[in-house]
């Protein structure tokens, strides 16, 4: 583990969201190191809390009543609790965001480039045709075909690819420390997703950028991320060295997750193996382990209360105490590289 300490650190993280007339727990207790140039990733099915982890450190919440507590140092500095005026010096600045759908995230009524201008003057100043001269150089390095022609376009004129290098590009117009991308290849074609990756592992040596990268795919995960945090209905599952959660899974929803990738070798399955059930609504999960009821190894610990992480292995720790009791987990064989 790097001996600096890390460029982020957020421990205790909750999110609250008022519903029923009581505070409904969203996410709970999340806790993560990101160092200089290194790529994490925050894994989970749909609705795990990924995407509000997110949001939450970056002060994007604005739901009437919400309630986040904990601690998110970055770079020192606090980010729960501080006042809009300076999140929105640090956003776009020293910490950038690539959204889910950048067809969305794009005002439609905009050209790409006269947004990504924007993003450049809201914190450098810069003159429009310094400004206009950077974005074209981003989108050239972000592999945009005619960047300077390609800037003049509006966002649905342009392929999804292309849409998401954009954003990419505005996400890195002023040099961020820390780059967020929530599901940066989520309805992309295969050969594209491929190519965003590689853009992204790119980007620590060219840019000197961190990366948070929020995915429910475990094979973007074993190309990309250093280290792994897999989230379950909010609660962390299990962290730990990515090479090491693959090959050594300590709770049984991470194991469900990598049991679920195409085997790359031997008879192909007639079926892949599918976790029974769908995960619970955040205000009915149950008192103990959230994953108990889909679980085929629960048993009396994980019952009355959720388990707290226990260490397993070096720098990995997992909310799950099999094989002490229950059914243990079936050993794996080494990771292999997956395909996106």
Do not use: N
Not at 130 to 150: I, S, W, Y
Not at 175 to 186: F, G, N, R, V, Y
Not at 240 to 259: C, I, K, Q, S
Not at 330 to 336: E, H, N, S
């Amino acid at each position: 583990m790097p001996a600096d300490p890390p460029l982020l650190a957020v421990r205790d993280l909750c999110v609250s969201f008022p519903a029923r007339g009581r505070m409904v727990p969203i996410v709970e207790h999340v806790s993560l190191d990101l160092h200089a140039g290194e790529i994490v990733g925050l894994v989970g099915e749909s609705g795990s809390g990924k995407s509000v982890t997110a949001m939450a450190l970056m002060g994007l919440i604005d739901s009437p009543g919400v309630r986040v507590t904990g601690s998110a140092l970055f770079r020192g500095r606090e980010l729960v609790g501080m006042p809009q005026r300076q999140l929105r010096r640090l956003r776009g600045r020293d910490i950038a965001m690539i959204f889910q759908d950048p067809m969305t995230a794009f005002t439609p009524v905009y050209t790409i480039g006269w947004q990504i201008d924007e993003q450049i003057r809201a914190h450098e100043k810069l003159s429009r045709h310094a400004a206009r001269a950077r974005t074209v150089k981003l989108l050239a390095d972000m592999g945009v075909p005619d960047p300077a022609h390609m800037a003049q376009r509006y966002p649905h004129q342009l392929s999804g690819g292309l849409r998401q290098r954009a954003m990419i590009a505005m996400a890195l117009s002023c040099s961020p420390a820390l780059l967020i991308a929530d599901e940066p290849t989520t309805a992309l074609d295969v050969t594209v997703q491929a190519q965003i990756l590689e853009l992204l592992r790119r980007l620590r040596g060219t840019h000197g950028a961190s990366i948070l990268l929020i995915t429910h795919d475990m094979g973007v995960v074993a190309q990309t991320c250093a280290r792994t945090l897999v989230l379950y209905s909010g609660r962390m599952a299990e962290t730990g060295p990515t090479e090491a959660v693959f090959d050594r899974p300590g709770h049984p929803y991470t194991a469900a997750l990598l049991d679920a990738i195409p085997p790359l070798y031997g008879p192909r399955p007639d079926r892949l193996p599918a976790i029974d059930g769908i995960p619970p609504q955040p205000a009915d999960r149950p008192a103990g382990c959230a994953f108990a009821p889909r679980c085929g190894h629960a048993h009396e610990t994980c019952l009355p209360a959720p388990p707290p992480p226990v260490p397993i292995g070096p720098g990995q720790q997992a909310a799950c105490v099999l094989p002490a009791e229950g059914t243990p987990l079936p050993p794996r064989g080494p990771m292999t590289e997956c395909t996106a």
